[in-house]
């Protein structure tokens, strides 16, 4: 038996028994999730067919996807998708920036980070919902509530990923910009960041889902607009097709979201995929 190996990047697995040539399918990448996402509609319309749920409380995915079609073609559906997706993306922007703000600060002075150390931990533990109810009587019911609740949700796991990052950086890159004049400062901008980003890039993925559930959990407690008002509004008037519907929606939103984090960190640390490969090969 011959078995003949393509390079890595080769699609398909190439394999000589007795002579013959077989080749194994493989998908291409953009389509694998497309295969997973019919198999969970499948399933889904399988559990709606046993009829041990009444449809009244668990639809068919027709019904489903007629009531999403319904939501693309009304203006209040727009209007909250946009304030739902503007909350979520200003606040963790805000947590972005003041994450890793907090934890250059703690890099170069020790005293900032044993005094974050504790106080992250504790904020961690902490679902953002259960801030909703005192945030109100100290921000109102406005874009303050929305952006402090988003921002309390994202900001320690960035900032926790950005402290490991930073404290994980090559002793040899230190030493070797040291010799080249560099300041503390200056090391850590130019020489521990750099080499940091990718990592720091893993807790905004993490927290970029965060920031959708804490928005649209807001929107919930404490909203009158936005796509979590309108999923509490579906759920308690018994909508039930159109509430499953705004769950899709929330669902791709977050899909989006990895996505534009995704190629900002193809943009930021690119590079360090390219000495992946290469250390690879």
């Known amino acids: 038996m011959n078995v003949t190996l393509g390079t890595r990047r080769d ?79 200003g606040g963790l922007l805000l947590a972005t920036l003041s994450g890793v703000g907090f934890a250059l600060l703690g890099a170069r002075h020790r005293v900032v980070q044993r005094a974050l150390a504790p106080l992250s931990q504790i904020m961690l533990s902490l679902p953002p919902a259960a801030l909703v109810p005192l945030s109100i009587f100290a921000l109102g019911l406005g874009a303050a509530l929305y952006t402090f609740i988003i921002w309390f949700a994202c900001v320690w796991t960035i900032y926790a990923s950005a402290v490991s ?50 928005a649209v959990a807001a929107e919930m407690l404490a909203g009158t607009d936005g ?16 509430m499953f519907a705004l769950l899709a929606v929330m669902g791709l939103n977050g899909v989006a979201l990895n996505g534009v984090v995704v190629r900002l960190r193809r943009r930021v640390a690119g590079w360090h995929d390219e000495l992946a490969k290469m250390a690879g090969a």
């Open 11 to 89: 699609a398909r697995a190439v394999a000589t028994v007795g002579g013959h040539e077989s080749r194994r399918f493989a998908l291409p990448a953009w389509a694998r999730p497309l295969v997973t996402l019919l198999g969970l509609l499948l399933l889904w319309q399988a559990v709606v067919l046993t009829g041990r749920i009444p449809q009244e409380y668990l639809p068919g995915v027709p019904a489903i996807a007629a009531a999403f079609v319904a939501q693309l073609g009304a203006r209040e559906f727009w209007a909250g998708e946009a304030l739902t997706m503007s909350r979520a993306i």
């Open 165 to 214: 990052a930073l404290e994980a950086s090559e002793p040899v890159q230190r030493h070797a910009a040291r010799s080249f004049g560099y300041g503390a400062w200056e090391c850590l901008w130019r020489v521990r960041l750099p080499a940091a980003w990718p990592e720091i890039f893993t807790g905004i993925r993490i927290a970029a889902a965060g920031s959708l559930m804490a």
């Open 227 to 242: 796509l979590g008002f309108m999923l509490y509004d579906t759920a308690f008037s018994l909508r039930i097709p159109e």
